[in-house]
């Protein structure tokens, strides 16, 4: 037994202790708009007391564990109904909204009822450009942003979900499932949009995120599992496909990157 334990200790002392995960913004146009994630911080005033939560490791740890991504958008939605009783996206302030009503269906979607998790809550669906980039195996997590308390309460739930970064470069999807259809969702640029969390094969392991170029063979792999969501509804089934044919190397950071 105690041959065991110093062999995992050995082994652990051998490991590195932090993963690099690369994003990039892979826009044409309006790139300076989107906000380059950043790691979660407490906006509190420092408390000197020994005891305050702010000392507290675990507490520390698990923030230390969340990047934000921030909202680029300043909207005012409504969920309205057409002349036949289906129901419709409306953008509350119409001329005088940030957004351009000409751009609207650029930017998001209201899924078609039969799509819909449940048939009284429609769902949302914006498309951003963040795209994650790691030759480790590192699996993502997109989480609504649960640690920030909000000044506009969302009436709704983020759509969350998980795959494998490493194999899967694809765009992020904000997904919205509106639960008060009563109410209004109202988006405010600079507000936490989700949070982004990782798991590694050592659940020590810290995680580095960095902007990432977007190089000839990112974007070939990226172009092999691209839409392939439209053809079929198991894509966990295409892992094993990518991880055969993904390169050695995709990471490779920008040399301006801040670490």
């Not at 499932?177 to 640029?189: A, F, K, P």
Request: with cysteine; hydrophobic share 40%.
């Amino acid at each position: 037994m105690l041959t065991k334990l110093y062999s995992r200790r050995e082994k652990v002392k051998k490991m590195k202790r932090t993963i690099d995960v690369g994003w990039v913004i892979k826009t044409q146009k309006t790139d300076i708009m989107w906000y380059e994630p950043e790691p979660f911080r407490q906006n509190v005033p420092v408390n000197p007391n020994a005891k305050s939560v702010q000392k507290c490791p675990s507490a520390i740890d698990f923030d230390n564990r969340h990047f934000v991504v921030k909202c680029p958008y300043d909207l005012h939605l409504r969920i309205g109904k057409t002349a036949d009783g289906k129901p419709q996206l409306l953008n509350v302030q119409g001329n005088n909204s940030a957004v351009r009503p000409s751009v609207m269906n650029q930017i998001m979607m209201l899924h078609p009822q039969e799509e819909w998790r449940h048939p009284e809550r429609p769902l949302l669906q914006f498309v951003t450009p963040y795209i994650l980039v790691a030759d480790d195996p590192v699996w993502v997590n997109q989480l609504p942003p649960y640690l920030d308390f909000l000044k506009t309460h969302r009436p709704g739930v983020m759509v969350s979900g998980r795959f494998p970064a490493h194999l899967w470069p694809r765009p992020f999807m904000w997904a919205f499932e509106w639960h008060d259809i009563n109410s209004d969702l109202i988006l405010r640029r600079g507000e936490p949009w989700f949070y982004l969390r990782f798991e590694t094969e050592d659940p020590t392991m810290n995680i580095r995120m960095v902007e990432a170029e977007w190089t000839e063979e990112v974007a070939a792999f990226a172009q092999s599992i691209l839409d392939v969501s439209n053809f079929t509804n198991r894509t966990y089934s295409l892992f094993r496909a990518a991880e055969s044919k993904r390169p050695i190397n995709l990471l490779k950071p920008k040399a301006s990157s801040k670490t």
